[in-house]
């Protein structure tokens, strides 16, 4: 998934209540991926 380049174009055109809910999915997917590395 790319939910990373999909924040990032949602926080450029700062639409509020869809960057909160991207945030937190976002956190998760990178603790997932910090995980695995790991």
């Not at 790319?2 to 924040?7: E, F, I, Q």
């Not at 869809?18 to 790991?38: N, P, T």
Request: hydrophobic share 55%; aromatic share 8%; glycine share 10%.
């Amino acid at each position: 998934m790319h939910l990373r380049g999909l924040w990032e174009l949602v926080r450029a055109r700062n639409i509020v209540p869809l960057q909160g809910i991207l945030g937190l999915i976002a956190e998760r997917e990178w603790l997932w991926d910090l995980e695995v590395i790991g």
